[in-house]
């Protein structure tokens, strides 16, 4: 799996948990963030106990803002 600091991945029986981990930005999605979700879907779906898939954001500000616009500022394109 492609590992990011910025998206965890937990099984804990027949849950998945797919965190989104950049609260200083309250969760914003940045490109190597979605870069890595399908991997860790992937992962996910092809566990045999794994029966339901739960997104969330780390902590309790926010689930996810949005899109991380910072990386449109440096000229980088995205396929959100």
Same mark, same amino acid.
Do not use: H, K, V
């Given at each position: *799996?492609?590992?990011?600091p910025k998206m965890l991945m937990e099984k804990e029986g027949p849950l998945g948990w797919i965190t989104f981990n950049q609260p200083e930005k309250r969760h914003a999605v940045s490109?190597? *963030?979605w870069q890595v979700v399908p991997d860790i879907v992937k992962e996910l779906e092809e566990d045999e106990e794994i029966r339901v898939i739960?997104?969330?954001?780390a902590g309790d500000q926010a689930f996810v803002a949005g899109a991380d616009i910072s990386c449109f500022l440096n000229g980088a394109t995205s396929s959100f």
């Open positions: *799996m492609a590992e990011s490109q190597e *963030m739960i997104l969330r954001g």
